[in-house]
């Protein structure tokens, strides 16, 4: 396929395609003209490189999931540990949703004086770290 048909297929601009090509991440097979052409087996690397993306991981961390052999050598360590992230930003992201559904229909007659949306506050100062020590000045 030239680079335009993987383009298309996947929903990836031709210019992304290209960068992925310099990070390693793809390979073309060869060129019918000026332009690229790849195995069509690219496809599925793209898609295991947007769920890579879509799940957090960086080109780099992706690139380092494939082998020599340009096939998924995936560390089940490093899946195990972004799943963690997961679970603690998902926990973060949830108490931010229903705090910010609660100072949407709080009765208090200023936000500022909910303790709800206080607390909303306090999390947004600290990014969501509890902190159980007085900091020192």
């Given at each position: 396929?030239?680079?335009?048909?993987?383009?298309?297929?996947?929903?990836?601009?031709?210019?992304?395609?290209?960068?992925?090509?310099?990070?390693?991440?793809?390979?073309?097979?060869?060129?019918?003209?000026?332009?690229?052409?790849?195995?069509?087996?690219?496809?599925?690397?793209?898609?295991?490189?947007?769920?890579?993306?879509?799940?957090?991981?960086?080109?780099?961390?992706?690139?380092?999931?494939?082998?020599?052999?340009?096939?998924?050598?995936?560390?089940?360590?490093?899946?195990?540990?972004?799943?963690r992230e997961l679970d603690?930003?998902?926990?973060?992201l949830t108490a931010m949703?229903?705090?910010?559904?609660?100072?949407?229909?709080?009765?208090?007659?200023?936000?500022?004086?909910?303790?709800?949306?206080?607390?909303?506050?306090?999390?947004?100062?600290?990014?969501?770290?509890?902190?159980?020590?007085?900091?020192?000045?």
């Amino acid at each position: 396929m030239d680079i335009g048909e993987v383009a298309k297929r996947s929903g990836l601009p031709a210019s992304t395609l290209r960068y992925y090509e310099q990070k390693g991440l793809i390979a073309s097979i060869g060129r019918h003209g000026l332009r690229r052409t790849f195995h069509s087996d690219v496809l599925e690397r793209l898609a295991l490189i947007a769920l890579g993306q879509t799940a957090g991981f960086s080109l780099d961390e992706i690139a380092a999931m494939f082998g020599a052999d340009g096939r998924p050598d995936i560390d089940r360590r490093s899946l195990r540990a972004k799943a963690r992230e997961l679970d603690v930003m998902i926990l973060r992201l949830t108490a931010m949703r229903d705090g910010l559904r609660h100072a949407a229909a709080c009765s208090a007659p200023s936000h500022l004086e909910c303790p709800r949306f206080r607390h909303l506050l306090s999390q947004a100062t600290t990014g969501g770290r509890r902190s159980d020590k007085p900091k020192k000045r």
